[in-house]
């Protein structure tokens, strides 16, 4: 193929196949949630079909099946390979392309990637540590000289932070450090607060 997809039922379910063989569930690629459901839905009505000897509703099956991968091929806005799961046969569908990647909406879709969950908020609570930390002894020195003073360094510096930590949390390796930067900042704020209750 053309670095396009082809559309396969395997099992009862929807499967995508690159041109190098590396299969994708629907699911991991941005498409609308309507339509990878009503993919696995084919797919499983043909799974069951399969098992079966009806003709007739097998030729509706791979009508159906047909129709998802246009809706795919026009989604994608490139060539999707449909191949019928009852005879085997490989009909491409859409334009044709030389880009490597699907693209929708003048973006490249590609698969979505798991969240490192683990690895991300290790380093979300490392940054968090080293912001409350830094601020709150840069407060409390200022603090022992004006207290007003510490109170807008606070401001300044959580205002300064404030768009870097809003453009930030979509990035995918940055929204890490923008979530820790911004517990820090919360955090050290808590402890200014309770820094003015005094020992008790």
């Given amino acids: 193929m053309d670095g396009g997809w082809e559309l396969h039922a395997r099992s009862g379910r929807a499967v995508l196949v690159r041109g190098d063989g590396t299969e994708y569930d629907p ?3 941005r498409l609308p949630e309507v339509l990878i459901a009503a993919l696995h ?3 499983g009505v043909a799974e069951l079909v399969n098992s079966g000897d009806s003709v007739q509703t097998g030729e509706i099956v791979s009508r159906r099946g047909r129709q998802l991968a246009t809706r795919l091929a026009a989604e994608t806005g490139g060539r999707v390979g449909y191949v019928d799961p009852f005879s085997g046969e490989l009909v491409q569908i859409g334009r044709p392309r030389s880009a490597q990647a699907i693209r929708r909406g003048g973006r490249p879709v590609a698969p979505v990637n798991p969240t490192p969950w683990g690895t991300g908020l290790t380093i979300s ?11 709150s002894v840069v407060t409390q020195g200022l603090a ?14 959580a205002a300064g932070f404030a768009p870097s930590i809003w453009l930030g949390r979509h990035v995918p ?7 820790g930067t911004a517990a820090g900042l919360v955090a050290s704020w808590i402890v200014g607060l309770l820094s003015l209750l005094g020992p008790g």
């Fill in 144 to 157: 022992d000289a004006s207290g007003v003073l510490a109170v807008f360094v606070n401001i300044a510096i």
């Fill in 173 to 179: 390796v940055w929204r890490w450090v923008a979530y």
């Fill in 27 to 29: 699911a991991r690629l």
């Fill in 41 to 43: 839905e084919w797919a």
């Fill in 125 to 135: 609570a490392v940054i968090a540590v080293i912001v409350a930390v830094t601020l």
